[in-house]
């Protein structure tokens, strides 16, 4: 293998010739051969987009020559192209505020700028990774400007994704509207309810989350930028902080402002922990549901068997015929993942001292892989589970009328304590509700069907998803 010599604040290293990355993404390698993980593809983009912000503005204020400038211009829509992907080899597990991985960025970028203008790479006398890409900026306000343009766009995805699965659960719900059935409480027998009525539930549990994630979202519109190492803007020209957020929200197609305080913008992470916890959030309703699936499938003959879920794959190495709620449990698994990572999100934002809060890229790494693991889920969940559901409705009418709960709807017209009289005998006997209540005369075979009409025990007025247009 051939190599070149470049030289640091530290000294010499050979790097190899053919490499656009340099002498300190080398380092980093070797002090951080720690997960083998590399940034996410959507943060190398935005950062990508910062780099090439700021060289655009350079130009525009006469800040940087035309030659250098554009060069580094032309490097930047090359690797946003997805040229040099090989090139970002620093581990997601590195130095303090993500110095390494905006390095890593800067020598790429130099480098390739380098090759354009007919130089060798490692010519930095020439083009600097430091004076010339790095123009005017601080890994501390281009990083977290990144975090925040990945995560907009991650958002984006995601919620376009979870439209989708609102859609199916309404869409289930409607399907599901005429099959009463018996609720349940403290997982004991309650009061009627429709299967529609339960999966609407599940829908609106997902919209609020999805209306949270969205809320939180704009917080990250505001950008460090142009503030560079303590939010003061030192080292950067009249102007140069507006014109380069301005630039960074065209070439994003983002809506992108400058931090209304560039100090706090590098020393508090509420927008990534108010947007972390809202992805927990989510996560929390999505484990209600797959457990419920979970619960409501089980069986098929000694459990609750009220729905039954597609069958995607044999359940069992050693049972044979048995198939398991394999989409539930994957689901299961990847919110329990994304909880985690809210829990590792938030000691990141809690632990910045002073004017800098160095836990940066494990804080990105996170919330992006909380939303690429939903992202790339959520739309099979919906298509091989919720859309294949099929609802087991004479098992449902059999727990509806065989409850004891079904007493309850007996109270204002013979109270409580005489309801509950019955309840007890139905259980003793083994005999329904509603036989003992015509057995015994309390009510005529008229009156007991009226009252237990399926739209007046279980106010469908109330859950007819058409009348919720912002859940549909």
Known sequence: MEYRTEKDALGERKIPSDAYYGIQTLRATENFPVSGRRMHAQ???????????????????????????????????????????????????????????????????????????????????????????????????????????????????????????????????????????????????AVPITLGQEFLAFRTGIYQARSQIGERSRLLEEVALGGTAAGTGLNTPPGFRETAVHNLGKISGLNLKPASDPRAAMQSFLPAAAVSSALKELALELIKVANDFRLLSSGPRTGLREIVLPP???????????????????LNMIAFQVVGNDLTCAMAVQAGQLDLNVMMPVMIYNILDS?????????????????????????????????????????PRIGYLRAAEIAKESEKRGVSV???????????????????????????LDGNPQKQEGYI
């Open 43 to 189: 943060f190398i983009r935005a950062y990508l987009m910062v780099k090439k912000a700021c060289a655009g503005t350079h130009l525009e204020l006469g800040s940087l020559d035309e030659e250098r400038g554009s060069a580094i211009i032309q490097a930047c829509e090359e690797a946003l192209a997805g040229k040099m992907s090989d090139q970002w080899i620093v581990d997601v597990y590195q130095a303090g505020a993500g110095t390494s991985f905006n390095m890593n960025v800067n020598e790429v970028l130099a480098n390739r700028a380098l090759e354009i203008l007919g130089r060798e790479r490692g010519d930095y006398a020439f083009l600097s990774p430091n004076d010339h890409v790095n123009r005017s900026q601080s890994t501390n306000d281009t990083f977290p400007t990144a975090m925040h343009v990945s995560a907009l766009h991650m958002v984006q995805e995601l919620t376009d994704v979870l439209d989708r699965v609102i859609q199916a659960f309404a869409a289930k719900g409607k399907e599901f509207s005429d099959i009463i059935k018996s609720a349940r409480t403290h997982l004991q027998d």
């Open 434 to 460: 509603a036989e003992l209540v015509l057995e015994k005369g309390l009510l005529t075979r008229e009156e007991l069907e009226a009252i237990l009409d399926r739209e007046t025990v279980t106010g469908q």
């Open 312 to 330: 995607v794959q044999p359940g069992s190495s050693i049972m044979p015929g048995k198939v398991n709620p394999v989409m539930a449990e994957c």
């Open 371 to 411: 939303m690429h693991l939903l992202t790339n889920y959520l739309p099979v969940f919906v298509e091989k589970c919720v859309l294949g559901i099929t609802a087991n409705r004479e098992r449902c009418r059999q727990y509806f009328e065989q409850s004891v709960a079904l007493a309850t709807i007996l109270n």
